[in-house]
């Protein structure tokens, strides 16, 4: 199993920047093979796509509505066994305000569709305020 857990949520003003943390760990948890990525969930829409990352960090991809807001990166351990996935965030906008979910997939490519995704977090909410 793979054990996922989202930090860094919070309440923010319009303008301002939040980082989320997302730690991934678990006996078959492998960084070598299994990319990441961030999605979100505003209350009555569907979870949507925000970023994702390759296993190493060489392959970023973004929705079109966070380019150039949102930085997507992650840190890899030493062992190979856990891996910290970031989302620095600037410049939020109300619009941004959802439960945030980190993810992870067996797989070399990076990957925008939910349904691709093996593993998620709990959750945690950002809200931003105008």
């Known amino acids: 199993q793979v054990q996922l857990v989202e930090s860094g949520g919070g309440l923010v003003q319009t303008g301002g920047s939040l980082r989320l943390s997302c730690a991934a760990s678990?006996?078959?948890?492998?960084?070598?093979?299994?990319?990441m990525g961030w999605f979100r969930q505003a209350p009555g829409k569907e979870r949507e796509f925000v970023a994702a990352i390759s296993w190493n960090g060489g392959v970023t991809s973004y929705a079109d509505s966070v380019k150039g807001r949102f930085t997507i990166s992650r840190v890899i351990s030493r062992d190979n066994a856990k891996s910290t996935m970031y989302l620095q965030m600037n410049s939020l906008k109300p619009e941004d305000t959802a439960a945030y979910y980190c993810?992870?997939?067996?797989?070399?490519?990076?990957?925008?569709?939910?349904?691709?995704?093996?593993?998620w977090g709990q959750g945690t909410q950002v809200t931003v305020s105008s």
């Open positions: 678990g006996p078959t948890f492998r960084n070598y093979d299994m990319g």
């Open positions: 993810a992870t997939r067996q797989g070399f490519r990076v990957a925008s569709r939910a349904s691709e995704y093996d593993y």
